[in-house]
């Protein structure tokens, strides 16, 4: 107890959902979660990042049958669950990972694995500012100018309706109907909308990156 004889705040219990089990279906028969950033698959990095980020557990969602994603994994602090229903879409990712989740925790960290540029600070961030007591139950990345992105935290309060989640509605119906518990968070640039699903957008995104790269290099 404090000075004043009250209980001192507790720093609430949070979960990162790592949602991996999507097909890749507009690679052209690439794996997006497999492609490498600095010799790293996009899938490890994205997990270091949010194992590095504060939260207090991390669980990815795979396919039934992921020996490469398993791999891209092995060695970091990350739980897998599988997920049988993987094919009908990420609604059924985050319903199998929220009954995975730690039954004590406060809150769940909903992030995409194809999303590069996060680091654990804008992870961090969130988490900052998840404070279920003071209302702040859904915390949302925005890009720098205000549109919203990726991660989501959500409170335990919506776990019962993410538990129902199906299809690829993800968590976006619950976001529309609980604005009132929305708060964000603008993280740098257009972090927080870059996810790469072609190998078109892996090009660009790769080019765009060597070229910020040379002309830090030429500063």
């Given at each position: ?77 990350v739980r897998i669950v599988r997920n049988p229903r993987a094919a009908e879409g990420m609604g059924t990712s985050i ?71 199906g299809g690829d509605e993800g968590a976006r119906r619950l976001l529309q109907e609980h604005r009132d518990f929305v ?37």
């Open positions: 107890r404090s000075a004043a004889g009250a209980e001192p705040s507790r720093r609430p219990r949070v979960g990162a959902l790592l949602l991996a089990a999507g097909q890749s279906r507009r690679m052209a028969g690439r794996d997006k979660l497999m492609e490498e950033i600095a010799g790293e698959p996009v899938l490890a990095r994205v997990a270091r990042a949010l194992a590095a980020s504060g939260v207090d557990e991390v669980i990815a969602v795979l396919r039934p049958d992921d020996p490469a994603r398993s791999a891209a994994l092995a060695g970091l602090p319903a199998c990972a929220i009954a995975a989740l730690d039954p004590a925790a406060d809150g769940a960290l909903i992030a995409l694995a194809d999303m590069p540029e996060l680091e654990a600070r804008d992870h961090a961030r969130l988490l900052a500012a998840f404070d279920p007591g003071e209302g702040r139950e859904i915390v949302r990345a925005t890009t720098e100018d205000g549109a919203p992105g990726h991660p989501v935290l959500i409170g335990r309060r919506f776990f019962e309706p993410l538990a129902a989640s708060v964000t968070v603008a993280l740098p640039g257009e972090r927080a909308r870059t996810d790469l699903d072609t190998p078109e957008a892996w090009a660009a995104w790769r080019a765009a990156r060597a070229a910020a790269e040379r002309a830090a290099e030429g500063a």
